[in-house]
């Protein structure tokens, strides 16, 4: 069996050979991607309707970046015995490539599991209603605006399936809700 060739067990992840020599060694390193991202992007945009309703949005991302992802060989601490993250893992009956079987073996290997963190995040939403000046100067009051604010509303992240792809594996990233009043008497 080829797992136990290299000391290993189905479920493991193979690490490749590159040059064929039978010795995993420098010459088998492999370029993989970028620690930080390619490509940063933004928008933001502010529009008016209905003359007194404002409704803004904050849309960004940051594509081509990787980061470790060592979760991924599910073989550190006591994952059977305490609460954990729900990772998928390799079984006989679910033969998956991404993440390795429980308690796997790193094969005498050094390595690392790297994945994409490329993601698009809708980072503010905003609604805001202003009151007419008509209705409101009778209680003496300039201006009234009530507004309902969500940050880090959403993110899109199709290769990263852990807490925030830009925190990496430092824990989620809150969101938060935000109801006010702008009053000026």
Same mark, same amino acid.
Do not use: C
């Given at each position: 069996?080829?797992?136990?060739? %290299?000391?290993? /067990?189905?479920?493991?992840?193979?690490?490749?050979?590159?040059?064929?020599?039978?010795?995993?060694?420098?010459?088998?390193? /492999? $370029?993989?991607? %970028?620690?930080?991202?390619?490509?940063?992007? #933004?928008?933001?945009?502010? $529009?008016?309707?209905?003359?007194?309703?404002?409704?803004?949005?904050?849309?960004?991302?940051?594509?081509? !970046?990787?980061?470790?992802?060592?979760?991924?060989?599910?073989?550190?601490?006591? =994952?059977?015995?305490? #609460?954990?993250?729900?990772?998928?893992?390799?079984?006989?009956?679910?033969?998956?490539?991404? %993440? !390795?079987?429980? $308690?796997?073996?790193?094969?005498?290997?050094? %390595?690392n599991?790297?994945?994409?963190? #490329?993601?698009?995040?809708?980072?503010?939403?905003?609604? !805001?209603?202003?009151?007419?000046?008509?209705?409101?100067?009778?209680a003496? =009051?300039?201006?009234?605006?009530?507004?309902?604010?969500?940050?880090? !509303?959403?993110?899109?992240a199709?290769?990263?399936?852990?807490?925030?792809?830009?925190? #990496?594996?430092?824990?989620?990233?809150?969101?938060?809700?935000?109801?006010?009043i702008?009053?000026?008497?």
């Amino acid at each position: 069996e080829l797992a136990n060739k %290299y000391g290993q /067990q189905p479920g493991d992840f193979k690490i490749e050979d590159v040059n064929g020599d039978g010795k995993y060694t420098n010459d088998d390193k /492999q $370029f993989l991607g %970028y620690k930080n991202p390619r490509y940063n992007l #933004s928008l933001r945009n502010d $529009f008016t309707f209905l003359k007194n309703f404002d409704f803004s949005f904050v849309l960004y991302a940051k594509l081509g !970046a990787m980061a470790t992802f060592n979760n991924a060989k599910n073989n550190s601490g006591f =994952i059977d015995r305490s #609460s954990y993250y729900d990772l998928p893992y390799w079984t006989v009956d679910n033969q998956i490539n991404d %993440y !390795a079987r429980l $308690f796997s073996s790193d094969g005498g290997a050094s %390595y690392n599991v790297w994945r994409s963190t #490329s993601f698009v995040r809708l980072a503010t939403v905003s609604l !805001a209603y202003t009151f007419p000046k008509e209705l409101i100067k009778r209680a003496q =009051i300039k201006d009234l605006r009530v507004y309902f604010t969500v940050r880090n !509303a959403a993110v899109y992240a199709p290769d990263w399936d852990y807490w925030d792809p830009e925190m #990496s594996t430092h824990g989620p990233s809150p969101r938060n809700y935000t109801l006010g009043i702008n009053l000026t008497l």
